[in-house]
């Protein structure tokens, strides 16, 4: 039986697409047994390990969010993020966390989930994937490696890179991680592949895009509104151009992947060892939803993500049955 590596890319309130994956996968007895994630990918995949799919319908905080009403848009926030707004925003940045209250949020305060959570990490590995600011680089942490045994030592550990790979600012502090700051990997690597190549225990990649956006309609109805609605004009903007600079370089990403196994096909050879790293040839399927909106999409529709999350299932059975054979 094939496996499969699955890239849980950075997305907003769109993750709730790659849930919906990540979901089918399960339910229809496909192998995911490498997952790579960043933002609120991180989040998703989480949910993903918390779920003790014997026993439940669905993973345990998208139970939660799928019952909202539009008066619960604040729960909304707490139950995917485990963010707390201040009631008197900071100088630099809109949101503060604190860990402790983001560590309940995601249940991981209970034992049974902690349970689940090990036993899930026993045959998935989970790279979380950061940006290292104050080096200016990409780093990957290895969750399995940080949770061998899940204790207040680790779990604390976890949060500090679970966070940093939620992190997007001006909205967020940056977190300090042995005296570096990082931020979320998207602003380096939104799609990160990289280990996947490192993996030869997957066979295959499943990857998720958010590039199929109409920006040129969006610029242009915010260049349309009126001046002097200019500071929520300007949030509005702020928020688009966050989503561009974290999503259009995914195009490039897929195109250098591809490139290289382009090229290991046509010099006959199935891997390449370079800098001391093996990387291998692996196919890569891509999903790849039109239009998705990011981050205030719940504000404007309570349903959003019970679309997307049904959305996210009904691509993923197509892919299965055209491309994964």
């Known amino acids: 039986m094939k496996k499969y590596g699955f890239v849980a890319s950075g997305g907003g309130y769109r993750s709730f697409y790659t849930e919906g994956a990540l979901v089918w996968l399960r339910q229809n007895g496909i192998s995911v047994s490498h997952i790579a994630s960043t933002s609120s990918g991180n989040n998703i995949t989480l949910d993903y390990l918390l ?24 729960h909304v926030f707490k139950n995917f993020l485990g963010l707390r707004p201040s009631l008197i925003p900071n100088g630099s940045h809109m949101f503060t966390v604190d860990k402790g209250t983001c560590r309940k949020s995601l249940t991981l305060d209970e034992p049974a989930r902690r349970e689940t959570l090990i036993r899930s990490l026993e045959s998935v590995q989970w790279d979380i994937f950061t940006t290292n600011l104050t080096k200016r680089e990409a780093r990957s942490f290895r969750i399995n490696q940080i949770l061998s045994e899940i204790n207040t030592e680790t779990l ?24 570096d700051y990082y931020m979320e990997g998207g602003y380096m690597d939104n799609t990160p592949l990289r280990t996947m190549f490192e993996d030869p225990e997957v ?11 109409d920006y040129h309609t969006e610029l242009k109805k915010l260049y349309a509104t ?10 509005d903007m702020l928020l688009l ?60 529709d309570s349903t959003i993500q019970r679309k997307y999350f049904e959305l996210g299932k009904d691509d993923m059975a197509e892919l299965r049955n055209t491309r994964l054979k």
């Open 51 to 74: 779920w003790d799919h014997e026993k439940e319908e669905l993973p345990p905080v998208l139970t939660q969010t799928l019952r909202l009403s539009v008066g619960d848009i604040f």
């Open 156 to 179: 604390d550990r976890f949060m500090d890179v679970f966070l940093a790979g939620i992190t997007t600012i001006p909205y967020f502090k940056a977190i300090e991680i042995g005296g």
């Open 241 to 300: 151009v966050s989503d561009i600079q974290l999503s259009l370089p995914n195009i490039k990403i897929f195109d250098q992947a591809n490139r290289i196994n382009r090229l290991l096909e046509e010099v006959g050879k199935t891997s390449i060892e370079l800098d001391g790293k093996t990387y291998y040839r692996k196919p890569i399927h891509v999903l790849s939803p039109k239009n998705l909106e990011s981050m205030t999409i719940a504000l404007k």
């Open 203 to 213: 066979d295959e990649i499943i990857a998720v895009d958010f590039t199929d956006y």
């Open 226 to 235: 009126q001046v002097f609605t200019l500071p929520l004009n300007s949030i």
